[in-house]
T-cell receptor, first 112, second 116 residues
């Protein structure tokens, strides 16, 4: 079945540094790749998403890159701030499929 | 408020109890989902409903029984659960199977379930 692997499981960075989280997916028909942020005790919230017809998308300090050939995509956060501390989930889905499959999550800690 | 409301927020139940989780969305979405979130595991898709019809059952044990009376409401009926079913149960909704960029799924705050 579909599978999404996410690494690392935990990531600690100094405030102001960059953070990179990587995911690989198994279903070659996947073409929608969102990233969610879940703060402690709160619901997951969409922070950025991309379709496979583009290789990169940027929104202020966050960016996502996609390599469809290798079936992996990454989240990049620049100039990290303490409020970026949270659990980040990647996910993958087919265009009209019903299954949004999530990675296991990355706990990001930004130290001030 | 994000538009997806789940009740109760917390639930403690015995293994012989029967209880129900409720989800309601006010976003005009046509698809609703149940996910299970356990510690150190990926969000696990349980059920998908499109236009009130169940379109996905991800091999969920029959002690979990979903119900979708209309596009705005989703229930998860629970009976004879096991302690390993303790988890955060998240409801989500979307416009439809095809996700619009920058919209994604809208999640509820979840029900923290403890089975004793």
């Amino acid at each position: 079945g579909e599978n999404v692997e996410q690494h690392p499981s935990t990531l600690s960075v100094q405030e102001g540094d960059s953070a990179v989280i990587k995911c690989t997916y198994s279903d070659s028909a996947s073409n929608y790749f969102p990233w969610y942020k879940q703060e402690l005790g709160k619901r997951p919230q969409l922070i950025i998403d991309i379709r496979s017809n583009v290789g990169e998308k940027k929104d202020q300090r966050i960016a996502v890159t996609l390599n469809k050939t290798a079936k992996h995509f990454s989240l990049h956060i620049t100039e990290t701030q303490p409020e970026d501390s949270a659990v980040y989930f990647c996910a993958a889905k087919r265009e009209y499929g019903n299954k949004l499959v999530f990675g296991a999550g990355t706990i990001l800690r930004v130290k001030s | 408020e994000t538009g997806v409301t789940q009740t109760p927020r917390h639930l403690v139940m015995g293994m012989t109890n029967k209880k129900s989780l409720k989800c309601e969305q006010h976003l005009g979405h046509n698809a609703m989902y149940w996910y299970k979130q356990s510690a150190k595991k990926p969000l696990e898709l349980m059920f998908v409903y499109n236009f009130k019809e169940q379109t996905e059952n991800n091999s969920v044990p029959s002690r979990f029984s979903p119900e979708c009376p209309n596009s705005s409401h989703l229930f998860l009926h629970l009976h004879t659960l096991q302690p390993e079913d303790s988890a955060l149960y998240l409801c989500a909704s979307s416009q439809g199977p095809r996700i619009k960029l920058k919209e994604g799924y809208t999640f509820g705050s979840g029900t923290r379930l403890t089975v004793v």
